[in-house]
């Protein structure tokens, strides 16, 4: 059973950072695309962040140069460190998981998600 569960959301100001992380059970990073979604209030869910399965990053350009997804697999856990954080990066962050997806941001299609954690960001 794949299980994905987020945490490290908060409310900081503008310019800070912030390091979520996604605990996983049931899943083999080598046969997942693994990523990072939000969904701003009123917005629709947008891709942030892809890892496929040979550990290659991909991003939305919005936050290129800003954010950094990785995975330890020892630890079956997903990390999306975000730096110099803006306000419209506020939203409720999703971990998720696919198998035998296109693995980029834009494509949006994964079979398992989290419940999320919410990123506040204040100017």
């Known amino acids: 059973q794949v299980q994905l569960q987020e945490s490290g959301g908060d409310s900081v100001q503008a310019g800070r950072s912030l390091r979520l992380s996604c605990a996983t059970s049931?899943?083999?990073?080598?046969?997942?695309?693994m990523g990072w979604f939000r969904q701003a209030p009123g917005k629709a869910r947008e891709g942030v962040a892809t890892?496929?399965?040979?550990?290659?990053?991909a991003y939305t350009p919005s936050v290129k140069g800003r954010f950094t997804i990785s995975q330890d697999n020892a630890r079956n856990t997903l990390f999306l460190q975000m730096n110099s954080l803006k306000p419209e990066d506020t939203g409720m962050y999703y971990c998720?998981?696919?198998?035998?997806?296109?693995?980029?941001?834009?494509?949006?299609?994964?079979?398992?998600w989290g419940e999320g954690t919410l990123v506040t960001i204040s100017s």
């Open positions: 049931g899943i083999t990073y080598r046969q997942y695309c």
């Open positions: 998720a998981a696919g198998e035998g997806v296109t693995c980029v941001p834009e494509a949006g299609r994964m079979n398992y």
């Open positions: 890892i496929n399965q040979y550990g290659g990053p």
